[in-house]
């Protein structure tokens, strides 16, 4: 007897969809593709327990490029302290990498070990005391126990110039230790310094050993090419007296240009960035201001009033090429 199309049609389909599922079986879950949620930013401003904020500083390495570097720089600071949270990470940038991948490796990493995002800030240096090293971070981190009873004082040094540029920066530097030393009251839990000539790092640790003892100690030369020589040092210590409970540390917020306009919203948005995370204008203890030039940071100065202590020092460069200035803050939250 033979079939006609449609009845061999009926009788087949039903057998050829069977042997399809016996040869292929069940689809495995695993096979489905799946599309990986992009690493979140990190977080405008975090907030920490002051009692219980401690400071480190990631070892220097020469090997690999920035995105190396920065892994292993985040891996020692995690060692570091311990496992502690991380509330703040200011990273500063030598050489050629983008320094843009730098919050976003950071995200990378935390978000692969499943911790809570910090703060960042990052600028472009001019060196680190190290060959081929591109990058240093400091990191604020929340222990588990109290690290002392006072509360926190941010504190800036004065600056020592020489209108030379090829002046030595050793005398400027030890100057810049001394002033820093002369307003620090309570004990140092970490000591910044910035120069216009190339970071010479034995020499930088003998003379901040001798004022702070074992505090961590960042050097960094600041910018290249600066028409004057020049140092100076900012610092943390633990104070006597009772400070706010909680403390609120800003990442970097960028003026996209160098106008007064471009400078005030860099300013503006700042402020809102605390006002979410219940702090206010009022309430700054402290802030750094990383412009491009002297000039613009000069001005940039002149616009942030504040009661509270102001860090500037011109940089080689922050996170567009078409920015005056970068600014971060650290203010008491209610």
Known sequence: MRLRWPTLCKYAVPWLLLATTLVGGKKNPDEVTQILALPKDPPPV????????????????????????TRDALKAILKINGGAQVIHLRAFV??????????????????EKKLPLPSVSVVLAGA????????????????RKDAGQGGLDFIVGEEAVDKDPAAPVAPLLKRAVDSLASKMKGTALRVSCFVTAPPNAPEFSAIVSAKFGSAPATLVMAQRGAYQA??????????????????????TRVAFGSAEKDMALAFQRLDRDFAEAGASPASLIYTNLYPVSS?????????????????VMAFEGVASNDAGFAVGAVAAVK
């Open 94 to 111: 030598a050489g050629s990498g983008d320094i843009r991948r730098v919050p976003q490796i950071v995200s990378e990493v935390f978000t």
């Open 128 to 143: 680190l005391p190290l060959e081929n090293a591109q990058v240093l971070i400091e990191s604020v981190s929340m222990g």
């Open 230 to 251: 020049m140092a100076m040092c900012e610092g943390v210590s633990r104070a006597s007296a009772a400070g706010p409970e909680r403390l609120a540390f800003s990442g």
């Open 295 to 311: 000039q613009i940071g000069a001005l940039a100065r002149k616009l942030r009033v504040a009661d509270s202590p102001v860090s």
């Open 46 to 69: 975090a907030v920490g327990e002051t009692r219980k904020l401690v400071f480190h500083l990631s070892p220097l390495s020469g090997k690999g490029l920035l995105s190396q570097q």
